[in-house]
């Protein structure tokens, strides 16, 4: 069975940091090219970030860009997205989603976890 699991989500303080990590079971990441996404309550889901299969390529989100930084350690199956300097708005449910074509901030990928839930509040 080909499934992505996301952890590592919580409630933070805003200008506190979390790490998210994707992992994959059934399949090899290798393969394919990486997205994380974020849905907030009433809004549509939103690209946040995505790494190549190589990693050698990042693209970011301009809300996100300078501080949040995906990362993938393909020997671990697994991706992580670094989120610093953690603002309200940041507040959103995550999600990691897997794709065999290039690395893209839309939402046409193959694969997609069930998410983690990012609570940014004072």
């Known amino acids: 069975q080909l499934q992505l699991v996301e952890s590592g989500g919580g409630l933070v303080q805003p200008g506190g940091s979390l790490r998210l990590s994707c992992a994959a079971s059934g399949f090899t990441l290798d393969y394919y090219a990486i997205g994380w996404f974020r849905q907030a309550p009433g809004k549509e889901r939103e690209g946040v970030s995505c790494?190549?299969?190589?990693?050698?390529?990042?693209n970011y989100a301009d809300s996100v860009k300078g501080r949040f930084t995906i990362s993938r350690d393909n020997a671990k199956n697994t991706v992580a997205l670094q989120m610093n300097s953690l603002k309200p708005e940041d507040t959103a449910r995550y999600f990691c989603?897997?794709?065999?074509?290039?690395?893209?901030?839309?939402?046409?990928?193959?694969?997609w976890g069930r998410g983690t839930q990012v609570t940014v509040s004072s």
């Open positions: 790494i190549s299969r190589s990693g050698g390529r990042t």
């Open positions: 989603a897997a794709v065999s074509g290039p690395c893209s901030l839309g939402n046409k990928y193959d694969y």
